[in-house]
């Protein structure tokens, strides 16, 4: 019987590396029987993958418009088509509605055997990074706003990230064994060990997979997102508004990423830090009690490395002189490159000398 993987998630959680890493190998990861389905030859398997789940959720945002319709029913198509092990994968799976999460299991279970996924990792970095996750893609919130929806559970990657109410319901009609954890090491989710436990899903050796990522999703430190931030308070779209938006956006944080100064990391605040680390603890309870398969250790989900309180710098009131100075850096580097201009969106330089100078 065909026996089908789908990977719904966490955001920040490595996937960008994995579904990179899977890219890359799907040639010789098919001649040893995983088939990482693509659907045009223009396209990585990762991006249209990406497609078909917006068009499965109803979305059409990273294209133009109408870009993502009928890809979900071409992918179903070409699963069906296929003999062996299948994946599918992206994080924008994790938080759908029931009604979504029944006809994806309806539509890859039919005659297969499906399999549940999810990586997870450490909840306090989890969250930091989202945040400035979602500042990237154009939100204008404080770190103090997102932790405090989050806590309610009233925002999407808050949805997405808590680890029961995702397996809850995508696994509600499986068997526990059909349903995977795969824990990121702590740390950078980027790494060897976090490929190894998700090669142990799969049945597949992880060397078998010989080209490395090339792409992953690095997290900004504090300085850098609050001066995206800034620029969505004076941009105005909001996320996924202007296509345009991401191209000079994606530019931008190549540069502020480029710098030799010092990072300031984005850390949880130290009256937030008993909550995650509970709650953290409540998922490795509920892993426990329903017998789901854990490639990796639980301990990686708890908070850790802390820095002491007097040490921890507040990323919502940050030094405006270290804003500013990361702001010239970029001018600076963008004026360096002045044989370049016409690669350099003009919004980059607009953008920051009006809001910073």
């Given at each position: 019987?065909?026996?089908?993987?789908?990977?719904?998630?966490?955001?920040?959680?490595?996937?960008?590396?994995?579904?990179?890493?899977?890219?890359?190998?799907?040639?010789?990861?098919?001649?040893?029987?995983?088939?990482?389905?693509?659907?045009?030859?223009?396209?990585?398997?990762?991006?249209?993958?990406?497609?078909?789940?917006?068009?499965?959720?109803?979305?059409?945002?990273?294209g133009?418009?109408?870009?993502?319709?009928?890809?979900?029913?071409?992918?179903?198509?070409?699963?069906?088509?296929?003999?062996?092990?299948?994946?599918?994968?992206?994080?924008?799976?994790?938080?759908?509605?029931?009604?979504?999460?029944?006809?994806?299991?309806?539509?890859l279970?039919?005659?297969?055997?499906?399999?549940?996924?999810?990586?997870?990792?450490?909840?306090?970095?989890?969250?930091?990074?989202?945040?400035?996750?979602?500042?990237?893609?154009?939100?204008?919130?404080?770190l103090?706003?997102?932790?405090?929806?989050?806590?309610?559970?009233?925002?999407?990657f808050?949805?997405?990230?808590?680890?029961?109410?995702?397996?809850?319901?995508?696994?509600?009609?499986?068997?526990?064994?059909?349903?995977?954890?795969?824990?990121?090491?702590?740390?950078?989710?980027?790494?060897?060990?976090?490929?190894?436990?998700?090669?142990?899903?799969?049945?597949?050796?992880?060397?078998?997979?010989?080209?490395?990522?090339?792409?992953?999703?690095p997290?900004?430190?504090?300085?850098?997102?609050?001066?995206?931030?800034?620029?969505?308070?004076?941009?105005?779209?909001?996320?996924?508004?202007?296509?345009?938006?991401?191209?000079?956006?994606?530019?931008?944080?190549?540069?502020?990423?480029?710098?030799?100064?010092?990072r300031?990391?984005?850390?949880?605040?130290?009256?937030?830090?008993?909550?995650?680390?509970?709650?953290?603890?409540?998922?490795?309870?509920?892993?426990?009690?329903?017998?789901?398969?854990?490639?990796g250790?639980?301990?990686?989900?708890?908070?850790?490395?802390?820095?002491?309180?007097?040490?921890?710098?507040?990323?919502?009131?940050?030094?405006?002189?270290?804003?500013?100075?990361?702001?010239?850096?970029?001018?600076?580097?963008?004026?360096?490159?002045?044989?370049?201009?016409?690669?350099?969106?003009?919004?980059?330089?607009?953008?920051?000398?009006?809001?910073?100078?």
């Amino acid at each position: 019987m065909r026996r089908v993987y789908l990977h719904v998630g966490a955001p920040k959680s490595g996937t960008t590396y994995i579904q990179d890493r899977l890219s890359r190998n799907a040639r010789i990861l098919r001649r040893h029987g995983l088939h990482v389905p693509n659907l045009f030859p223009s396209l990585t398997p990762a991006r249209a993958q990406f497609r078909a789940a917006l068009d499965l959720l109803g979305q059409d945002w990273g294209g133009p418009e109408g870009h993502a319709a009928g890809h979900w029913d071409r992918l179903v198509e070409k699963v069906r088509r296929t003999q062996g092990a299948v994946l599918i994968s992206h994080e924008i799976f994790a938080p759908a509605p029931a009604e979504v999460i029944d006809k994806a299991v309806s539509d890859l279970g039919r005659d297969a055997e499906l399999h549940i996924v999810y990586t997870a990792r450490d909840y306090g970095r989890a969250l930091t990074s989202a945040w400035q996750e979602s500042v990237k893609a154009g939100r204008r919130w404080r770190l103090r706003k997102f932790l405090d929806l989050a806590h309610e559970h009233r925002n999407w990657f808050a949805k997405a990230l808590e680890l029961p109410d995702v397996l809850e319901a995508w696994g509600r009609d499986l068997p526990p064994e059909h349903v995977h954890v795969v824990t990121a090491p702590s740390g950078d989710g980027d790494s060897p060990a976090l490929w190894e436990r998700f090669c142990e899903v799969l049945g597949v050796p992880p060397g078998l997979a010989r080209h490395r990522a090339r792409r992953s999703n690095p997290s900004l430190d504090a300085v850098a997102t609050e001066i995206i931030r800034q620029l969505n308070v004076r941009h105005r779209a909001g996320p996924n508004a202007d296509p345009n938006r991401d191209r000079y956006v994606d530019a931008l944080i190549d540069l502020l990423q480029s710098r030799k100064s010092e990072r300031i990391p984005i850390e949880l605040p130290p009256q937030d830090r008993p909550w995650v680390t509970e709650r953290a603890r409540s998922w490795i309870d509920w892993l426990e009690d329903h017998k789901v398969v854990v490639h990796g250790d639980v301990e990686d989900l708890i908070p850790s490395g802390f820095r002491p309180e007097d040490a921890w710098v507040n990323p919502d009131r940050l030094p405006r002189k270290a804003v500013r100075g990361l702001a010239l850096d970029a001018l600076h580097h963008v004026a360096a490159r002045k044989r370049d201009l016409a690669a350099v969106p003009d919004q980059i330089v607009t953008g920051v000398r009006s809001r910073f100078f």
